[in-house]
């Protein structure tokens, strides 16, 4: 069983940065890949970013290329998302998620197995 908290979640102004954390509980943390989602009012879920379980492996939605950086300290049990050049359109809950069996992260939520319980993220114009 693994549980997941996110944090760092909050109001920016456009154009601004944040850095979202994701602790994880449980021993087999850096055997799992793990995902960034992000789901808005009326939308649903998209995938933000994934990591491998060594780190050397990143994938990045199109919508944040260049913007977003993914990373991971396994020492620590914690994936991170910093995120800068926030959009009006970047607004939405955001989710750490792990994967229980694939070391190579997925786009797809339906791989992901366990689900933090989301932080907000508030962009103002």
């Known amino acids: 069983q693994v549980q997941l908290v996110e944090s760092g979640g909050g109001l920016v102004q456009a154009g601004g940065s944040l850095r979202l954390s994701c602790a994880a509980s449980?021993?087999?943390?850096?055997?799992?890949?793990m995902g960034w989602f992000r789901q808005a009012p009326g939308k649903d879920r998209e995938f933000v970013a994934g990591?491998?379980?060594?780190?050397?492996?990143?994938s990045y939605a199109d919508s944040v290329k260049g913007r977003f950086t993914i990373s991971r300290d396994n020492a620590k049990r914690t994936v991170y998302l910093q995120m800068n050049s926030l959009k009006p359109e970047d607004p939405a809950v955001y989710y750490c998620?792990?994967?229980?069996?694939?070391?190579?992260?997925?786009?797809?939520?339906?791989?992901?197995?366990?689900w933090g319980q989301g932080t907000q993220v508030t962009v103002s114009s």
């Open positions: 990591i491998s379980t060594s780190g050397g492996n990143r």
């Open positions: 998620a792990a994967d229980a069996f694939r070391r190579l992260p997925g786009p797809a939520a339906a791989e992901y197995d366990y």
């Open positions: 449980g021993r087999t943390f850096s055997s799992r890949a």
